[in-house]
Every structure is written in structure tokens, then in C-alpha cells.
């Protein structure tokens, strides 16, 4: 399969409560386009434009509910194929800054989060994974499915402006 760069501009990331509902172009999304496709995330890139220090509790976290209706990404936000030629998928994976009810991240402790703690002021964060130590998402429902990239006040983050992509490999 082709690699995909599903990227973020200009957004702000408000920080908010982990559990509670997402408001709409302060996050990124990510789920499977059916109940069995798997998904490998292999890279998250987020570059911080705030005006000022601020620090951001970036988290990629499962979503212990998923969103209903996704919204389609508008510019400047974009999902495409890393190799321009590369073959159109038949089941296509859902890549979102809104929807018409947000996901909601999950609180569970015994589910994999990554920690993407930051400076929004010029800061950045990249995580890549290593062989085999990709992220997988299965299927697309909630905590398995779908994962969130926020800004987590649970976790002592502020609000910020940043840019921020996420690499990935749907099968």
C-alpha cells in the first residue's frame, strides 16, 4: 500500500479535558474506513506557532467515542498519497478536523497514548516510529479504530497555534 500524509495548518489547538467532546478544528482525527482495514501510523510531526510560550500537552490518544459524521477536509488541510502516482485506495480511511459530533479521547489507563508534550512557541515534536513499533489502528470504531491528536488540559496544556502531520499506511 502507499504511505499517506494527512496534514493540519493553521489550526489552534485549544487544550481540553481528556473525555470530553472535542470542539471542531482543535484536534485531528484518524479512523479506519471499514471494520477490518488496519492502519500503521508512522510518523507525527507537529511545529508549534504561537506568539508567545505555551506550553502544549500534545497527546495521540484513542477515541473512547467516535465522531458521527466527519466532515471532509477543506484547505488548508489535506490528505494525500507520499508518491504522487500511487494507486487510489478501495476503502478509504476517514481523516478529520470536525464533524458534526466530536470524538471524544479516551481516559482509560489501559489503553496506548503518546505523549507529544510541547512549546507552541516555535517548539517542535516529532515521533517515528521505529520498524515495528508503529501505532496500529484496527477497524474504525472507537478505541481500537479511531485515535485523536489534541491538546490535553487534563494534561497541562494551554492553547496554541501549530501546524502538524501525521504520516500514515492504511492496508
Known amino acids: 500500500m502507499a504511505k499517506r500524509i494527512f496534514t493540519a495548518q493553521a489550526q489552534t489547538f485549544t487544550a481540553q479535558a481528556t473525555a470530553a467532546t472535542l ?11 471499514g471494520s477490518t482495514q488496519i492502519v500503521d501510523i508512522l510518523e507525527i510531526l507537529v511545529s508549534g506557532f504561537a506568539s508567545a510560550s505555551t506550553v502544549a500537552a500534545m497527546v495521540f490518544a484513542p477515541a473512547s467515542t467516535a465522531p458521527t459524521t466527519p466532515t471532509a477536509l477543506a484547505s488548508p488541510n489535506s490528505d494525500g498519497p507520499a508518491v504522487a502516482n500511487a494507486t487510489a485506495l478501495s476503502t478509504v480511511v476517514t481523516t478529520y478536523v470536525a464533524a458534526s459530533t466530536g470524538p471524544q479521547a479516551s481516559a482509560s489507563a489501559t489503553v ?31 478505541n481500537t479504530g479511531s485515535y485523536l491528536l489534541f491538546n490535553s488540559s487534563t494534561g497541562g496544556g494551554s492553547s496554541g497555534a501549530a501546524n502538524a502531520h501525521i504520516m500514515y499506511e492504511p492496508y
Do not use: C, E, S
Not at 470542539?23 to 482525527?29: E, Q, V
Open 112 to 142: 496506548a497514548k503518546l505523549n507529544l508534550g510541547m512549546n507552541l512557541f516555535g517548539g517542535i515534536v516529532r515521533w517515528n516510529a521505529a520498524p515495528t513499533q508503529q501505532i496500529q489502528l484496527i477497524g474504525n470504531v472507537a
Open 23 to 33: 470542539t471542531n478544528a482543535t484536534y485531528m482525527g484518524i479512523q479506519g474506513g
